[in-house]
């Protein structure tokens, strides 16, 4: 497929959990962005990837939450010990270009709607 | 601290009628202005958006409104249908020279279009 694809769709775990999730984002794109959505609410950022390089991770709320991009394609987001208030939608989205060259289309995926029980 | 405040949270419109969203931002170095829209169970899709270089932006029945010196900006979306039903939300970026380009989104705005 031509779009951002996320995998799981859907996670169910139990507190106190780990949990992946993973993104593969566009292509040849350079930017990778992981966002968190609670209910009801915008998307928040969480943390920014330049090819394999992690620019800016001042969105993770907790040293629980971990992201890589080993070779700058796919991502994962692993989330340690789950608690309930991390539930919400995660939602990858890539861009052609780096952050600084110019302004380009965020391209978001389907999310994983995580559910910590 | 919200950076983008969106307004109203939900939004009900006759098919026909003329929806508008308002957004309201306090960073003077936002220079990316975009709205996304999100049905149920997908990720938010661009809509539209505009820099703050122009006043408006018009792409077939969905309009940008900006004004600068309020640091507000609006969605209007014409002749509104059924399948414009979703949740809208404006967004915000810093200057492209910036590495920092995170969106950041308002709280999103439901809108209903009924028959």
């Known amino acids: 497929g031509a779009g951002v694809s996320q995998s799981p769709r859907y996670k169910v775990a139990k507190r106190g959990q780990d949990v992946a999730l993973r993104c593969d984002p566009i292509?040849?794109?350079?930017?990778l962005f992981w966002y968190q959505q609670a209910l009801g609410q915008g998307p928040e950022f969480l943390t920014y990837?330049?090819?394999?390089?992690?620019?800016?991770k001042s969105g993770l709320p907790s040293d629980r939450f971990f992201a890589e991009r080993p070779e700058g394609s796919v991502s994962t987001l692993k989330i340690q010990r789950t608690q309930q208030e991390d539930s919400a939608v995660y939602l990858c989205?890539?861009?052609?270009?780096?952050?600084?060259?110019?302004?380009?289309?965020?391209?978001f995926g389907p999310g994983t709607r995580l559910t910590v029980l | 601290q919200q950076q983008v405040k969106q307004s109203p949270q939900s939004l009900i419109v006759q098919k026909g009628g003329i929806s508008i969203i308002n957004c309201a931002y306090e960073?003077?170095?936002?220079?990316?202005f975009p709205w996304y829209q999100q049905f149920p169970g997908k990720g938010p899709a661009l809509l539209i958006a505009i820099r703050p270089d122009v006043s408006e932006k018009k792409e077939g029945r969905f309009t940008i409104s900006f004004n600068k010196s309020a640091k507000q900006f609006s969605l209007h979306i014409m002749d509104s249908q059924p399948g414009d039903s979703a949740t809208y939300f404006c967004a915000a970026a810093l200057d492209r020279g910036s590495t920092l380009g995170r969106l950041y989104f308002g709280r999103g705005t439901q809108l209903t279009v009924w028959p």
């Open positions: 990837f330049q090819n394999e390089a992690q620019l800016d």
């Open positions: 989205a890539s861009s052609l270009e780096e952050l600084g060259f110019s302004y380009n289309e965020q391209f």
């Open positions: 960073n003077t170095a936002f220079d990316y």
């Open positions: 292509s040849g794109h350079v930017s």
